[in-house]
């Protein structure tokens, strides 16, 4: 039994990432402090501005215990579910949330919806999406919890805006706001 719980009746959570076991904890050093990528206060806006709570109408806005589910629900055989780290590769190798996937959004969700090749291929091969003559049916696409670098990247609500763009429905993408930075100051463990 761990010191340092996740919340009153969690103390760890058992997830895949890349087909392997990880569990999920706090930190249990008391001396620990977050990472020096998430320690800066002061950011340059723009580029690094500050994102509101709700970044689009029907689009839910989570917290680590709501990602913590979807995790747990993914482990538990939801192939509907996704946790999607929309972080340039660079960023991801530095350390992600166990279980999420990399679809970095420089990489395939930048421009404009008219001309992304790489779009398509993530609708459809990632995330469930059929095309049909040029639209989407999102009828069987998975549900999204996408999350970048914190509450002052701009990277997820670019991804999702395009995503609702390409009429991705709301209710099926989920915005982890906090990211890396809150993740990793609650001493979360990081893959």
């Known amino acids: 039994m761990t010191d340092y719980n996740i919340c009153v009746d969690m103390s760890t959570v058992e997830v895949l990432h890349l087909g392997k076991p990880v569990t999920i904890q706090r930190e249990q050093d008391p001396t620990a402090t977050i990472r020096a990528d998430y320690a800066a206060t002061a950011r340059k806006c723009p580029p690094y501005c500050i994102q509101p709570m709700q970044l689009a109408p029907g689009v839910e806005t989570f917290a680590e215990l709501e990602v913590l589910d979807y995790l747990k629900r993914i ?3 939801d192939e509907s579910l996704m946790v999607v780290d929309s972080r340039t590769p660079d960023w991801y190798a530095k350390g992600t949330i166990p279980g999420a996937v990399n679809i970095p959004y420089a990489q395939n969700m930048a421009g404009q919806a008219t001309d ?10 990632l995330f469930g999406a059929q095309e049909n003559g040029g639209t989407y049916d999102f009828s069987n696409a998975h549900a999204l919890a996408i999350f970048c670098n914190g509450p002052w990247c701009g990277q997820t609500p670019n991804y999702m805006r ?9 209710d099926k993408l989920k915005w982890y706001r906090g990211g890396m930075q809150d993740w990793c100051s609650l001493g979360l463990t990081v893959i």
């Open 116 to 125: 992304l090749p790489g779009v398509k291929r993530t609708l459809s091969e």
């Open 75 to 77: 482990r538990a055989g």
């Open 162 to 170: 395009t995503l609702l763009a390409l009429g991705y429905p709301a």
